[in-house]
T-cell receptor, first 114, second 115 residues
């Protein structure tokens, strides 16, 4: 069974540009969540999509957005990049079978904003 | 709001030493509690979990007990190995349907085990 796949693995962008990250969940998983990991702030929840609808949202500005397609694949977009957006972005998928459902993480996309 | 607090790292131990990483939480209702581990250059992997008070999660020699009275979920291992060197994250999802995909993480604790 293939794991969660994130592409690309590494990305370098210039301040002011926009970027799109992709996540392919484990087959059959309908929930996809996104997290930002930085040395200073740790792991912070961005948003979760379930069956193409945003179900939960963290405290990030509107420059961060996402979507989910009918095959459960998800994309995350960041517009008008800032230096502080440099981070490891992790995607996780789950089967959402109630309390204690395990989230499976991808290896992440390392975004560097210069 | 919900939050998780972990002991500050790094934690440096000799092989075969006893490990404890403290974790306390603040949450309304009845959260589910998790420990995730991140090895260098990789994503997170679930280590163990507990979904109700007094449950004990265990895996690979690691254990943690869900203590509602002290709002804690401390991670323990009786004898660590060099291969246990990694970053450990305590996390929760709040109770109720529709929240299983929103993990709230602690800051992470780096464990280094020396031969």
């Amino acid at each position: 069974k293939a794991g969660v796949t994130q592409t690309p693995r590494y990305l370098i962008k210039t301040r002011g540009q926009q970027v799109t990250l992709s996540c392919s969940p484990i087959s059959g998983h309908r929930s996809v969540s996104w997290y930002q990991q930085t040395p200073g702030q740790g792991l912070q929840f961005l948003f979760e999509y379930f069956s193409e609808t945003q179900r939960n949202k963290g405290n990030f500005p509107g420059r961060f957005s996402g979507r989910q397609f009918s095959n459960s694949r998800s994309e995350m977009n960041v517009s008008t990049l800032e230096l502080g957006d440099s981070a490891l972005y992790l995607c996780a998928s789950s089967s959402d079978r109630g309390r204690g459902t395990e989230a499976f993480f991808g290896q992440g996309t390392r975004l560097t904003v210069v | 709001g919900n939050s998780v607090t972990q002991m500050e790292g790094p934690v440096t131990l000799s092989e075969e030493a006893f490990l404890t990483i403290n974790c306390t939480y603040t949450a309304t209702g009845y959260p589910s509690l998790f420990w995730y581990v991140q090895y260098p250059g990789e994503g997170l992997q679930l280590l163990l979990k507990a979904t109700k008070a007094d449950d004990k999660g265990s895996n690979k020699g690691f254990e943690a007990t869900y203590r509602k009275e002290t709002t804690s979920f401390h991670l323990e291992k009786g004898s660590v190995q060099v291969s246990d060197s990694a970053v450990y994250f305590c996390a929760l999802t709040s109770g109720g349907s529709g929240n299983t995909g929103k993990l709230i993480f602690g800051q992470g604790t780096t464990l280094q085990v020396k031969p």
